[in-house]
C-alpha cells in the first residue's frame, strides 16, 4: 500500500521547537514535491511549507524564519523543524507528497503549543 506518515508531533512550550517527519511506504520520497499542511479547529487546512522536488522551498509569512524543511534522501524521509514556536501553531500537521497526478496525504500529527 503507498502511503505517508507524519511522526514527532506533541506538546512543546511556547518558545519550544520541534520536528516533525514524513515518512513513505511503497514510494519513494525523492521524487516527489512534499508540502506541510496544517489545520486548526475551526479553521481550514493551511499550506505551511513546501519543497519541490528539485530542493526550492516556500513559506506561510505566518512561519518564515521559524520552519525549516529538509529531506534526507538516505532516510526517505522529509522533515519540518519548528523552532520559536508559538499557541498559534497548534494545529493538526498533515504531510502530502505530489508528483503529476499521484497527491497522497499522511493522517496528521498533533501539534500543541502551550505552557
Given amino acids: 500500500q503507498l502511503q505517508v506518515a507524519e511522526s514527532g508531533g506533541g506538546l512543546v512550550q511556547p518558545g519550544g521547537s520541534l520536528r516533525l517527519s514524513c ?3 511503497g514510494l519513494t520520497l525523492d521524487r516527489f514535491g512534499i508540502s506541510w499542511f496544517r489545520q486548526a479547529p475551526g479553521r481550514q487546512r493551511e499550506l505551511v511549507a513546501t519543497m519541490a522536488r528539485g530542493g526550492n522551498q ?10 525549516t524543511v529538509s ?3 538516505g532516510k526517505d524521509t522529509v522533515y519540518l523543524q519548528m523552532n520559536a514556536m508559538k499557541p498559534e501553531d497548534t494545529a493538526v500537521y498533515y504531510c502530502n507528497a505530489q508528483m503529476s497526478t499521484l497527491n497522497y496525504w499522511g493522517q496528521g500529527t498533533q501539534v500543541t503549543v502551550s505552557s
Fill in 23 to 25: 515518512a513513505a511506504s
Fill in 71 to 73: 529531506r534526507d534522501n
Fill in 58 to 67: 516556500k513559506y506561510a509569512d505566518s512561519v518564515k524564519g521559524r520552519f
